[in-house]
């Protein structure tokens, strides 16, 4: 639909000019009863040619190939707007009308009067030129207070929509943005919870996704659906959990009977956490917190029941040193624990064969130990002729 004005156009222009100042004249002196008459009849009695130079219309239906925009004039009385054309017609229905080349939709009803608001009318198609034509009466159009036909976003009574120019309904992609328009078209924000999955809509109406600050806590929205996520998480390398209402959990956690520790950030610990006063291990792949006896690349650890590591004490037969490590091949005071940790009763250390060398610093209790067999001179004997007073922790294990 280019520019199809014409010097027919600007010669009838100029004439309403003139009659300008007379119409004037009777839109003041004409009174009420405008409603229910048709646009045309309402012109007879009071219309005013509104100055309007440049325009033309175009029906828009379903076939307006080689139609050609017709010259006319847009009149108003106190009934509203029409738009006349050079013969005194007037325009019905969907109309497609240029001002200075600039071309928006209107709808005129079949009385010819100029429709704003929501209009219940055609869904309009798209055509490969550019241009659009109505089929059919399913969709829900919305005019200005100018007339023009809505096209993208509109703000109707504090209420977003958006008009393809047919009202959408539902999720759609705009721009690059997720957003939702619920069954009367009115653009959601805020939480949504649509077939039991939650979203988060901006106040902008965009879906948000990934995490999200939101009312005091952090929620992950998956990065490409938007949706909420609830339970763990394993995002970007690390555990998270999430809450039942989504929200980021952080501190000391039991799932199934089993603790897990979340730092500040919400991350899931491992491994040896100095939380509260106390040291706990937590299972470097599952995260689980240790209780009771536990091995850790070989030595032994005791936490208690809450998970507190324990140190300096024993535990039955056994002995945790400062460090927390069970002692082995050690004194304690006059209990000596054997290469297990165990208490050994009446134990005696001469009746014991050690080895070792007599530059190394402490002795034996395997002539095979993997840091003594390669070694010259080894000696034999018991610990006091050893004169070493502390056991090879390798071969002790
Ligand atoms: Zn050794």
Same mark, same amino acid.
């Given at each position: 639909?280019?520019?199809?004005?014409?010097?027919?156009?600007?010669?009838?222009?100029?004439? +309403?000019?003139?009659?300008?100042?007379?119409?004037?004249?009777?839109?003041?002196?004409?009174?009420?009863?405008?409603?229910?008459?048709?646009?045309?009849?309402?012109?007879?009695?009071?219309?005013? =040619?509104?100055?309007?130079?440049?325009?033309?219309?175009? @029906?828009?239906?379903?076939? #307006?190939?080689?139609?050609?925009? *017709?010259?006319?004039?847009?009149?108003? $009385?106190?009934?509203? +707007?029409?738009?006349?054309?050079?013969?005194?017609?007037?325009?019905?229905?969907?109309?497609?009308?240029?001002?200075?080349?600039?071309?928006?939709?209107?709808?005129?009803?079949?009385?010819?009067?100029? #429709? *704003?608001?929501?209009?219940?009318?055609?869904?309009?198609?798209?055509?490969?030129?550019?241009?659009?034509?109505?089929?059919? #009466? !399913?969709?829900?159009?919305?005019? %200005?207070?100018?007339?023009?036909?809505?096209?993208?976003?509109? %703000? #109707?009574?504090?209420?977003?929509?958006?008009?393809? =120019?047919?009202?959408?309904?539902?999720?759609?992609?705009?721009?690059?943005?997720?957003?939702?328009?619920?069954? $009367?078209?009115?653009?959601?924000?805020?939480?949504?919870?649509?077939?039991?999955?939650?979203?988060?809509?901006?106040?902008?109406?965009?879906?948000? @996704?990934?995490?999200? +600050? /939101?009312?005091?806590?952090?929620?992950?929205?998956? =990065?490409?659906?938007?949706?909420?996520?609830?339970?763990?998480?394993?995002?970007?390398?690390?555990?998270?959990?999430?809450?039942?209402?989504? !929200?980021?959990? *952080?501190?000391?956690?039991?799932?199934?009977? /089993?603790?897990?520790?979340?730092?500040?950030?919400?991350?899931?610990?491992?491994?040896?956490?100095? /939380?509260?006063?106390?040291?706990?291990?937590?299972?470097?792949?599952?995260?689980?917190?240790?209780?009771?006896?536990?091995?850790?690349?070989?030595?032994?650890?005791?936490?208690?029941?809450?998970?507190?590591?324990?140190?300096?004490?024993?535990?039955?037969?056994?002995?945790?040193?400062? $460090?927390?490590?069970?002692?082995?091949?050690?004194?304690?005071?006059?209990?000596?624990?054997?290469?297990?940790?165990?208490?050994?009763?009446?134990?005696?250390?001469?009746?014991?064969?050690?080895?070792?060398?007599?530059?190394?610093?402490?002795?034996?209790? $395997?002539?095979?130990?993997?840091?003594? %067999?390669?070694?010259?001179?080894?000696?034999?004997?018991?610990?006091?002729?050893?004169?070493?007073?502390?056991?090879?922790?390798?071969?002790?294990?």
């Amino acid at each position: 639909m280019g520019n199809v004005m014409s010097e027919q156009a600007r010669s009838f222009s100029s004439k +309403w000019v003139k009659l300008w100042a007379c119409c004037i004249a009777v839109v003041a002196a004409v009174a009420l009863s405008t409603m229910g008459l048709g646009a045309q009849a309402a012109y007879a009695d009071q219309g005013a =040619p509104v100055e309007s130079l440049n325009v033309s219309a175009l @029906t828009v239906d379903e076939d #307006v190939d080689g139609d050609e925009l *017709t010259p006319g004039y847009w009149m108003q $009385s106190k009934g509203g +707007w029409w738009f006349e054309y050079e013969d005194g017609t007037y325009a019905v229905g969907y109309q497609y009308i240029e001002t200075n080349g600039e071309g928006e939709f209107y709808y005129f009803d079949q009385n010819g009067w100029m #429709v *704003t608001g929501w209009h219940w009318g055609s869904e309009f198609v798209e055509l490969l030129y550019g241009g659009y034509i109505p089929e059919g #009466v !399913s969709s829900w159009l919305y005019f %200005k207070d100018g007339g023009a036909m809505a096209f993208g976003w509109e %703000k #109707v009574g504090g209420t977003w929509y958006y008009l393809d =120019p047919d009202m959408l309904v539902g999720w759609w992609d705009i721009d690059g943005a997720w957003y939702f328009m619920n069954g $009367s078209g009115a653009m959601e924000t805020g939480w949504l919870n649509q077939g039991g999955t939650w979203y988060y809509l901006a106040a902008s109406g965009a879906m948000q @996704t990934g995490w999200q +600050w /939101i009312g005091g806590s952090w929620y992950y929205l998956d =990065p490409e659906t938007g949706a909420m996520a609830t339970g763990w998480a394993e995002i970007d390398g690390t555990w998270y959990y999430l809450n039942g209402s989504g !929200s980021m959990e *952080t501190g000391w956690l039991n799932q199934g009977g /089993i603790w897990y520790y979340l730092a500040a950030s919400g991350a899931m610990q491992t491994g040896w956490q100095w /939380i509260g006063n106390a040291w706990y291990y937590l299972n470097p792949v599952s995260g689980a917190m240790a209780t009771g006896w536990f091995d850790v690349d070989g030595t032994w650890y005791y936490a208690n029941g809450s998970g507190a590591m324990q140190a300096s004490k024993w535990v039955g037969d056994y002995y945790l040193t400062g $460090s927390g490590a069970m002692a082995t091949n050690a004194w304690i005071g006059n209990y000596y624990v054997g290469a297990d940790g165990k208490w050994i009763p009446n134990y005696d250390e001469n009746a014991v064969t050690v080895y070792w060398v007599d530059n190394g610093t402490v002795y034996h209790t $395997s002539q095979n130990c993997t840091t003594l %067999k390669q070694s010259d001179n080894i000696k034999s004997g018991t610990i006091a002729e050893s004169g070493k007073d502390r056991a090879c922790s390798v071969c002790a294990r």
